[in-house]
C-alpha cells in the first residue's frame, strides 16, 4: 500500500496521483484526499489502483447507499455526493474540451435528468450474468461475477437478479413506459419491451439499444429536436439513428414536404425503426454503415439542412466528419456519451471552419461516471 494524497479528477471516474513519479489513475477517491491506495496494474507508463483506506476525507464523500459499491463495475462514483458527482463532470467536460478541442467552455453545468432527485432506480435495462455463487453483475474490469441480491440504481421493477429456476448463462431485463418487465431469458424469446415517447411506441428486444434512464429518451428527443430547429420542407440525415427515436420527431418537424434520412447499420436497430415508423413515409430507413452511406451522398446536392450525429461511444471520427465537412452540411447536431470522443471530433469540424455554438449536459447515468452531452456546430 502506499498513502498518497489524491489529484484532479480524469476522464474515466479516476482521480490522479502520482508514486515514485509515475501517473496512478486510481478508483473510488475524490480529489485533495488523503488516502492508501493499492496499486493494481502497471501499463506502459501508467498504473491504475484504489482506495484502501481513507485518512483525511473530502466533504463530499458519503456512504455508499449499496454495499457492493466498490466491488461491483457498475457504480464508481456512490461514494460521491450527488451534487459533487455533476461538480465533477462538469470538471472533466470543461477540461476534455479544453485539452482535446482547444475551447474554453463555460456555464455549462452537468443537468440532472427531470424528476432524479436521488440518482437511485432509474435504470431501465440491466444484464445479469450467472456465476458460481449465483446470479450477479460483472465487476470492474473483470469476468468475475459479484453475486448480489438487489441493484440500487436498477428500476425497482427489475432491480432483482433472474429466478434461480432460469438456467441461462446471462439475462437481460428490461421495463417499459407501460410498467410491464421483459426478460431475455430462453423461456421468453419473442417478448418485447414497450416503450413510448410523446405517443409512439416503440417495441424493443430486452437486449436492443435505448436510452437506459427512465428519463433519458423523451429528454433527448425534446432537446435535439428543439436544438435542430427543422422546419417544413427541409432534408434531414440522422446518422447511427438506432430505432429511430430523433427521426421520429424530426419527420413531424419536416412535414410531408421534407425528408429524413435515417442511417443505421444494425439489422436489429433498423427493423426496429420499421416497427415504429411505419406510418412515417417522410422517414426513409436505411441499413448501412454511415461511413459507406455518406461515400455514396453529396449533402450539397441534396441540400440537406442539418444531420443529427449520434454515434457509439468512440465517437463519429475523421472520416465521418471529414465526409460532411466535405459536403457542406450546414448544420450538426451532435449527441455524445463521451467528452473526449466527442472534443476530439468537435476539434475536427472546426478544422473545417465549423464554430461550436451551444453545448449543454446531462446526467443521464447517476453514480456513475458517465454522462450525455448534446453540441451544436454550424459552418462560418
Known amino acids: 500500500m502506499q498513502e498518497v494524497t489524491l489529484g484532479p ?46 485518512l483525511d476525507a473530502s466533504v463530499d464523500r458519503v456512504e455508499p447507499p449499496c454495499s457492493w459499491a ?20 462538469t470538471q472533466v467536460l470543461t477540461e476534455s474540451m479544453a485539452r482535446f478541442a482547444g475551447l474554453e467552455i463555460s456555464g455549462v453545468d452537468v443537468q440532472s435528468v427531470p424528476g432524479d432527485e436521488t440518482g437511485l432506480n432509474w435504470r431501465t435495462r440491466m444484464g445479469w450474468s450467472r456465476g458460481p455463487h449465483g446470479w450477479g453483475l460483472k465487476g470492474f474490469r473483470s469476468r468475475e461475477v459479484i453475486a448480489l441480491d438487489a441493484c440500487l440504481i436498477a428500476a425497482h421493477e427489475i432491480s432483482r437478479p433472474p429466478s434461480v429456476r432460469c438456467t441461462d448463462a ?80 424530426l419527420g413531424e418537424s419536416v412535414g410531408d414536404d421534407g425528408a429524413v434520412y435515417a442511417v443505421e447499420e444494425s439489422p436489429e436497430s433498423h427493423r426496429e425503426a420499421r416497427r415504429a415508423l411505419h406510418d412515417e413515409p417522410k422517414v426513409r430507413l436505411v441499413r448501412s454503415s454511415v461511413l459507406s452511406w ?3 451522398r453529396d449533402a450539397a446536392a441534396h441540400s440537406v439542412t442539418g444531420v443529427i450525429l449520434d454515434p457509439p461511444r468512440a465517437g463519429a471520427g475523421r472520416d465521418v466528419v471529414d465526409h460532411l ?22 476539434s475536427r469540424f472546426i478544422e473545417h471552419g465549423y464554430g461550436l455554438d451551444h453545448i449543454e449536459a446531462w446526467d443521464l447515468f447517476p453514480m456513475t461516471h458517465h454522462f450525455e452531452v448534446i453540441a451544436v456546430l454550424t459552418r462560418g
Request: hydrophobic share 40%; aromatic share 6%.
Open 170 to 249: 446471462s439475462v437481460d431485463t428490461a421495463v417499459g413506459t407501460d410498467g410491464r418487465v421483459v426478460s431475455s431469458d430462453s423461456a421468453s424469446p419473442h417478448e418485447r419491451v414497450v416503450q413510448e415517447v410523446h405517443g409512439r411506441t416503440w417495441r424493443l428486444r430486452p437486449s436492443s439499444f435505448w436510452q437506459v434512464h427512465r428519463g433519458a429518451a423523451t429528454l433527448l428527443q425534446e432537446r435535439v429536436t428543439a436544438l435542430a430547429k427543422a422546419q417544413k420542407g427541409q432534408t434531414w440525415w440522422d446518422l447511427y439513428s438506432g430505432s429511430g427515436l430523433f427521426a421520429a420527431s
Open 325 to 346: 465537412a466535405r459536403s457542406m452540411v450546414p448544420r450538426v447536431v451532435y449527441v455524445a456519451c463521451d467528452p473526449v470522443a466527442l472534443a476530439r471530433d468537435v
Open 70 to 89: 466498490g466491488t461491483c463495475g457498475g457504480c464508481d462514483f456512490q461514494h460521491v455526493d450527488l451534487t459533487a458527482q455533476r461538480r465533477l463532470k
Open 294 to 296: 455518406l461515400r455514396g
Open 9 to 54: 479528477i480524469a476522464h474515466g471516474g479516476h482521480v490522479v496521483t502520482h508514486v515514485d513519479g509515475r501517473p496512478v489513475f486510481v478508483r473510488h477517491g475524490l480529489p485533495g484526499e488523503r488516502v492508501f491506495i493499492e496499486i493494481t496494474s502497471t501499463t506502459g507508463k501508467i498504473s491504475r489502483g484504489h482506495v484502501v483506506d481513507v
